[in-house]
């Protein structure tokens, strides 16, 4: 039996691996454009961008590991899937876009684009750092780094709905004709079930390494685990969504959720707001990026004998890295068909 602390750190640990920056990003935005069918078009959002989500977690749960979704496949096409997977969520696409949406938003409004390097560098190392001991990831995301993240963002939305900075103005694009429909279709381009199926494996690792070693145990705190963070993010999304419902006064004309986001705080704590949401956001990718070279790394070690957990850590950010600062949006450019065609096949 896990004690209560333990089970509010693990949900905590899994909201955390979740909350990325585009997912801080995308609920200003629909916010701004739905207007007066807020209510419509974020059902749609909270279905398929959490909804779906926690349901692939639960399908975890219910099969009693990640690895036991593709176990009726041939073993080489399981492996090959696995490792697209991971390497689509690792070092070619997910990992590389934290490091770079985490510079933009916290030193780039400072010194420009002369300190991505030097930030990638301590980013990496960080990520690193935390990620080699994957038996204290509860303690690490759960107990320290999601409070932290919460409270920052706990601070936003009561400002946001004490002090709107603006009124309720009508939907625009297809929020105007189909604000559900939009709402499910930018819900499922968060993409969150592909994280989903890869977290399934550092969630069964950190309830194990709690002590828990019963298949049914573990299945059930991590069905609890999934409740959690589908609360808490839905939470988190309506918040960030009334902050774009609620925009009007901060500027005429907003192209995505983080000029929303900038305009917010700049608004309602001047320079001191671009600090901090700068370090919500790198706090969001770190944990991001902590999350998915953990669950990329188990996968490597467990399933190829000749790579060892620790060299797998290492290889992932440093690619990461590398292909933040080298060539990102070419390399966006091949990959995000890959992703558009996985996630369905996932």
């Known amino acids: ?47 398929t961008g959490v909804g779906l989500p926690a349901l692939a977690l639960v399908i975890v749960a219910w099969i009693k590991g990640a690895d036991n979704l593709t176990a009726a496949l041939p073993k080489p096409l399981a492996t090959s899937f696995w490792v697209t997977l991971f390497i689509v969520i690792g070092p070619a696409f997910v990992i590389p876009r934290t490091i770079t949406v985490a510079y933009q938003f916290s030193f780039a409004p400072f010194i420009g684009d002369s300190g991505l390097i030097p930030f990638s560098i301590v980013f990496c190392v960080v990520a690193i750092m935390f990620s ?82 019963c298949p049914k145990a573990i299945a059930k705190y991590t069905f ?30 907003f192209s995505n959720g983080g000029e929303i986001l900038t305009a917010f705080t700049n608004y309602h704590f001047g320079v001191f707001g671009t600090m901090v949401l700068g370090s919500v956001l790198v706090l969001a990718c770190l ?27 290492w290889a992932t950010m440093i690619l990461s890295g590398l292909v933040a600062n080298l060539g990102l949006d070419q390399l966006l450019a091949i990959t995000l068909p890959v992703v558009v065609a996985l996630h369905p096949i996932a």
């Open 1 to 47: 039996m896990l004690s209560a602390r333990n089970i509010a750190a693990l949900g905590f640990m899994t909201f955390a691996m979740y909350l990325g920056a585009g997912n801080l990003i995308f609920p200003p935005f629909l916010g701004y454009q739905a207007g007066d069918h807020f209510l419509s078009g974020m059902t749609g959002f909270l279905l």
């Open 132 to 213: 080699l001991y994957p038996g204290k990831l509860v303690d690490t995301l759960g107990k320290w780094l999601t409070p932290v993240l919460l409270a920052i963002l706990a601070v936003m939305a009561i400002f946001a709905v004490m002090y709107p900075a603006g009124y309720v103005e009508q939907a625009t694009g297809a929020y105007a004709t189909g604000a559900m429909a939009e709402g499910l279709t930018q819900g499922y381009m968060t993409m969150d079930a592909l994280g989903s199926i890869g977290f399934g494996w550092i969630i069964f690792k950190a309830i194990e390494g709690m002590g828990v070693k």
């Open 224 to 253: 609890i685990a999934a409740i959690m963070y589908a609360s808490a993010m839905v939470l988190v999304y309506l918040a960030l969504a009334y902050i774009g419902v609620t925009s009007t006064n901060l500027g005429t004309q």
């Open 287 to 313: 944990t991001t990026a902590i999350g998915v070279t953990t669950a990329g790394s188990e996968f490597y070690s467990r399933s190829f004998s000749r790579i060892t957990y620790v060299r797998s850590v």
